[in-house]
């Protein structure tokens, strides 16, 4: 009888150690300094869905050692100078983590408080490989591709192809330049025949992308590869379409087609270009658990599917979250190296943080734009799904490329 007792309640408790309870006490500050306004508002106004879809789930699931977190986020107006302002003061009421977007403010605050205050930072959207390589500092991690591993993917799947002169548009800030000077680079590597044919770096932000599309058709191109994304690839394809740029390139081109962009596109998306994508979720729900499971929630809650950036910033808080959980502390140095020796869920697939650039080994999906009934909005069609293990620059690269080799 006893020994029946026992069996019962052993049971009992394990059942009840399985079950999510919602967390209490006092709040674990998080905060975040976006562009909630200027030219990547579109960008962080997603970013900032995932963030507070991130915090919701977690609380949800008995929080960060049992406490909510609590998430506090301003708007920096895509000023660098602002994020920083913004970013010291968040760490100075109390935050433990900050989410910045952008390049330029993932730079800034990386270099002006996350190091100078020992913050854990976590850049979402940016895709400068500065914050991994250059300008690395132990505190910042990042969970979006960065221009290397996007360059990379990018440049073998089309070095396979038969194009030998290629034209280059990026939009005038860091990533933008860097992105391009990756691909230029990586192109001619895995392809010696290739050519720069032309280059244009129209403003970011910029609503005439005219003098660009004409400089680009009069170079009579094989290829058009483009590093503009969000309002910048919406604008440029608006316009694109209207002088027949697509017909004439033949689909011959390749851009950023996030999902939040391809909504926007909707009948009028380029079907039949190139596109490349840093977080897929028509691809994710199908092939991980995880993701399969976070689309629907986010799906059930905002009636729609989450963008690339609402899952990098969800990535961001969720990834920490779990660092914090397995380290059993909060404290800054404990969950950097928590990050670097653990394995963490995310939609994604099962993703680690590399140890000597705490860069995330995150996929680059890359493919075909095609209307999607089921979705009832265009998607990209995956040809490949490259594995960050397999774009990321191995250790001694990064080493060399900081000794500025």
């Given at each position: ?89 968040l ?101 010696p025949q290739a ?12 609503r005439d ?34 002088v ?78 779990q ?43 890359i ?39």
């Amino acid at each position: 009888m006893k020994t029946s007792t026992q069996a019962i309640l052993g049971a009992l408790l394990a059942g009840l150690a399985q079950v999510a309870w919602p967390a209490s006490g006092d709040p674990v500050k998080i905060g975040a300094t976006l562009e909630l306004s200027g030219a990547a508002a579109d960008v962080s106004n997603d970013a900032l869905a995932g963030l507070k879809f991130a915090v919701e789930t977690i609380n949800a699931n008995g929080g960060v050692l049992g406490r909510p977190v609590a998430l506090a986020f301003q708007d920096n107006g895509t000023s660098a100078q602002k994020a920083v302002n913004q970013a010291s003061a968040l760490a100075k009421d109390g935050a433990i983590l900050l989410v910045v977007a952008s390049s330029a403010s993932a730079l800034a605050v990386s270099k002006n408080v996350s190091a100078r205050m020992g913050i854990p930072t976590c850049a979402s959207t940016s895709q400068s490989d500065d914050l991994s390589i250059k300008d690395y500092q132990p505190y910042i991690y990042t969970m979006s591709p960065n221009s290397y591993m996007v360059m990379r993917s990018v440049a073998t799947y089309l070095a396979r192809q038969p194009h030998k002169r290629y034209a280059v548009v990026a939009a005038d800030y860091a990533a933008g330049r860097t992105g391009a000077r990756r691909f230029q680079e990586f192109i001619k590597e895995l392809n010696p025949q290739a050519e720069i044919v032309a280059e244009e770096y129209p403003k970011f932000g910029s609503r005439d992308f005219t003098p660009s599309i004409n400089k680009i058709l009069a170079a009579k191109p094989d290829y058009v590869f483009t590093m503009l994304f969000g309002s910048d690839l919406l604008t440029f394809s608006k316009q694109a379409q209207a002088v027949g740029f697509f017909q004439q390139m033949e689909n011959r081109f390749i851009g950023m087609y996030d999902g939040l962009t391809l909504k926007a596109m909707g009948p009028g998306a380029p079907v039949g270009t190139d596109g490349f994508q840093a977080a897929a979720a028509n691809d994710f729900v199908r092939s991980t658990a995880d993701g399969k499971q976070y689309v629907a929630s986010y799906q059930a809650k905002h009636g729609h599917y989450p963008s690339d950036w609402a899952t990098l910033a969800y990535d961001c808080v969720s990834v920490w979250a779990q660092a914090a959980n397995a380290a059993q502390s909060i404290e800054p140095d404990r969950v950097m190296a928590a990050l670097e020796s653990h394995a963490f869920k995310s939609p994604r697939g099962e993703l680690r943080i590399g140890k000597f650039d705490h860069q995330g080994e995150v996929p680059v999906y890359i493919g075909t734009v095609a209307q999607s009934a089921a979705l009832g909005q265009p998607v990209i069609d995956m040809r490949e799904v490259v594995p960050g293990k397999a774009s990321r620059p191995s250790e001694q690269a990064v080493l060399k490329m900081r000794a500025g080799d």
